[in-house]
């Protein structure tokens, strides 16, 4: 009986010490929408998961826990130059090659490569799909915005997205349309958000963030959780640095909706609005 105890004991323990560490292998976290996301390591942080999508700990994403339907081990990856030579032995012995299934989407190549294509940071994207939709790919607005960054069918139509629940193809869309704000607002960031929310119209009818408080708590959201992943960093997040990557451009950006202040060793954005 006692023995029993005592192997039940070191078991609990054993998986309470395992619970209190960060997990440190490559892996995916499927989501209960379907969508996975890579990352080299995890750690718990009160109700959400951080997931360090690169291996030095400088990019990461924090998806609710209550999201994550499971985790397993990641892919291996494929050497190119073998499968090249596979399959150019194959066809020599003229064997049909079979196509590859279709890999279940990565968040964090889609977020990538769109932040890349339109020279924004992918933090603040990251930033703007968690606000919008949670990282579900099938979310579905009241209103009718659809996808991760929850895309008007109009909105959608005119970006060229024929298919809001593509991962690639909404991300690509909402991410144009940032930069799309952002250049029209002189780069400023606090004025995209809310027209991104909130729609041009609205910002220009009342020359900043609209009097809304849905707007104007989305946009403090966003701008939380974008300082939060700078400050992690130790990088500089002022809003020139974190909106645009293009280096030919450096506008002057207005200050009627925004302001920085220094935290820690980087430069944050303001949620102040006015």
Same mark, same amino acid.
């Given at each position: 009986?006692?023995?029993?105890?005592?192997?039940?004991?070191?078991?609990?323990?054993?998986?309470?010490?395992?619970?209190?560490?960060?997990?440190?292998?490559?892996?995916?976290?499927?989501?209960? =929408?379907?969508?996975?996301?890579?990352?080299?390591?995890?750690?718990?942080?009160?109700?959400?998961?951080?997931?360090?999508?690169?291996?030095?700990?400088?990019?990461?994403?924090?998806?609710?826990?209550?999201?994550?339907?499971?985790?397993?081990?990641?892919?291996?990856?494929?050497?190119?130059?073998?499968?090249?030579?596979?399959?150019?032995?194959?066809?020599?012995?003229?064997?049909?090659?079979?196509?590859?299934?279709?890999?279940?989407? =990565?968040?964090?190549?889609?977020? =990538?490569?769109?932040?890349?294509?339109?020279?924004?940071?992918?933090?603040?994207?990251?930033?703007?799909?968690?606000?919008?939709?949670?990282?579900?790919?099938?979310?579905?607005?009241?209103?009718?915005?659809?996808?991760?960054?929850?895309?008007?069918?109009?909105?959608?139509?005119?970006?060229?997205?024929?298919?809001?629940?593509?991962?690639?193809?909404?991300?690509?869309?909402?991410?144009?349309?940032?930069?799309?704000?952002?250049?029209?607002?002189?780069?400023?960031?606090?004025?995209?958000?809310?027209?991104?929310?909130?729609?041009?119209?609205?910002?220009?009818?009342? !020359? !900043?963030?609209?009097?809304?408080?849905?707007?104007?708590?989305?946009?403090?959201?966003?701008?939380?959780?974008?300082?939060?992943?700078?400050?992690?960093? !130790?990088?500089?997040?002022?809003?020139?640095?974190?909106?645009?990557?293009?280096?030919?451009?450096?506008?002057?950006?207005?200050?009627?909706?925004?302001?920085?202040?220094?935290?820690?060793?980087?430069?944050?954005?303001?949620?102040?609005?006015?």
């Amino acid at each position: 009986m006692k023995l029993r105890f005592l192997r039940h004991f070191v078991s609990g323990v054993t998986l309470l010490v395992m619970g209190a560490f960060p997990c440190l292998a490559g892996e995916v976290a499927v989501l209960k =929408n379907g969508f996975a996301i890579k990352h080299e390591r995890r750690e718990i942080v009160g109700d959400l998961t951080r997931l360090y999508v690169s291996a030095d700990g400088a990019s990461f994403i924090d998806v609710p826990t209550a999201e994550i339907e499971h985790f397993e081990p990641a892919p291996v990856e494929p050497d190119p130059e073998a499968a090249a030579n596979s399959d150019k032995g194959a066809g020599a012995r003229g064997r049909a090659v079979a196509p590859s299934a279709r890999p279940t989407p =990565n968040i964090a190549d889609v977020v =990538n490569e769109a932040s890349g294509r339109y020279r924004l940071d992918p933090d603040l994207v990251n930033s703007v799909i968690k606000a919008e939709s949670g990282f579900n790919v099938r979310a579905v607005s009241p209103k009718g915005a659809q996808g991760l960054m929850q895309l008007m069918p109009g909105t959608a139509s005119q970006l060229g997205v024929p298919n809001a629940f593509d991962p690639a193809a909404n991300v690509d869309g909402g991410t144009k349309y940032l930069r799309e704000l952002l250049e029209r607002y002189n780069f400023d960031m606090v004025k995209a958000l809310a027209a991104y929310n909130a729609g041009p119209q609205r910002v220009e009818q009342y !020359g !900043g963030v609209p009097p809304y408080y849905e707007t104007r708590a989305y946009v403090a959201r966003i701008v939380k959780d974008f300082n939060k992943k700078k400050i992690a960093k !130790g990088q500089s997040a002022g809003p020139q640095n974190a909106a645009a990557q293009n280096k030919g451009a450096q506008p002057k950006s207005r200050t009627t909706a925004k302001h920085t202040s220094k935290s820690g060793t980087g430069t944050t954005v303001a949620a102040t609005a006015r």
